[in-house]
């Protein structure tokens, strides 16, 4: 068996998988062979992707809510344990964007945004998935962070501030647990052709006036695609990747080391 290329009779919670690198992530663990969890808050996005999932052979539920709202995270975790009877990986996935702004211009409502979809939801989705991960034997959690996570200057103050806690949640949850058999990585994308990304490089003021001298000036290379993003993810979820824990991939094109 190739331990890379198999997830058959495992369960895969993806949050923000109704676009982007969530769904890419979501058809290529349902091309493997796992039962897909479609967490998103756009149900119209939900169920396509849900439907190209079965277009693959593969089976997905659907979960459509906040995931800042723990009893939107307790409904998402039981349609996973409830509709495949278990969970195997949680990939925390879904974020959101800043306006690029450095602290003196950060609203509350931003900041407040942004660390509620960034860093709080996934603290809620890890603690609410964590009983069936450990009951799983070698559960998993794959975090999406940012190269914005590794450094200062990859975005605003929220957004930085944000993916340097996801990261921090990735390295104490790995430690803490690395004895029960769980494992827990983040990969830590640089640009990526989303349909955000390509907007806000078309237009620097995409987001608000802080974009201008930000994101349309980083040293960030060319835009990676979510479908090598999406196959980052699957390589920290699969069995290739039993040694790996605590640790942050950047899946950048270099942006890391300039």
């Known amino acids: 068996m190739n331990?890379?290329?198999?997830?058959?009779?495992?369960?895969?919670?993806i949050t923000g998988a109704g676009s982007g690198i969530?769904?890419?992530?979501?058809?290529?663990f349902a091309a493997l062979g796992a039962g897909v969890v479609v967490a998103e808050l756009d149900p119209a996005r939900a169920e396509t992707v849900a439907r190209e999932v079965a277009e693959l052979g593969g089976t997905a539920q659907v979960s459509v809510g906040d995931l800042s709202d723990p009893d939107v995270v307790a409904r998402t975790v039981a349609t996973a344990v409830d509709g495949f009877g278990g969970l195997d990986v949680l990939i925390n996935n879904a974020g959101v964007y800043d306006t690029m702004s450095a602290i003196g211009d950060v609203t509350?409502?931003?900041w407040e945004r942004v660390l509620?979809?960034?860093?709080?939801?996934?603290?809620?989705?890890?603690r609410a998935a964590l009983p069936h991960l450990l009951a799983a034997g070698r559960g998993v959690i794959v975090n999406t962070a940012s190269e914005a996570g590794?450094?200062?200057?990859?975005?605003?103050?929220?957004?930085?501030?944000?993916?340097?806690?996801?990261?921090?949640l990735t390295r104490s949850t790995a430690v803490m647990y690395r004895d029960k058999g769980l494992r827990v990585n983040a990969v830590a994308p640089g640009g990526v052709a989303t349909n955000l990304v390509t907007e806000m490089r078309a237009d620097p003021t995409a987001l608000g006036p802080g974009t201008v001298s930000g994101y349309a000036k980083l040293n960030s290379g060319r835009l990676g695609e979510a479908d090598e993003i999406a196959a980052a993810i699957v390589f920290l979820a699969s069995d290739a990747a039993?040694?790996?824990?605590?640790?942050?991939?950047?899946?950048?094109?270099?942006?890391?080391?300039?």
């Open 116 to 126: 509620r979809v960034n860093l709080t939801a996934p603290f809620l989705m890890t």
């Open 150 to 168: 590794l450094r200062g200057s990859a975005a605003g103050t929220a957004y930085t501030v944000s993916k340097h806690g996801l990261i921090g």
């Open 108 to 110: 509350d409502a931003e």
């Open 22 to 28: 969530g769904r890419a992530a979501a058809l290529r």
């Open 3 to 13: 331990p890379t290329a198999d997830f058959t009779h495992r369960t895969v919670l």
């Open 242 to 258: 039993s040694n790996i824990n605590g640790a942050v991939l950047p899946v950048d094109n270099g942006w890391s080391a300039v």
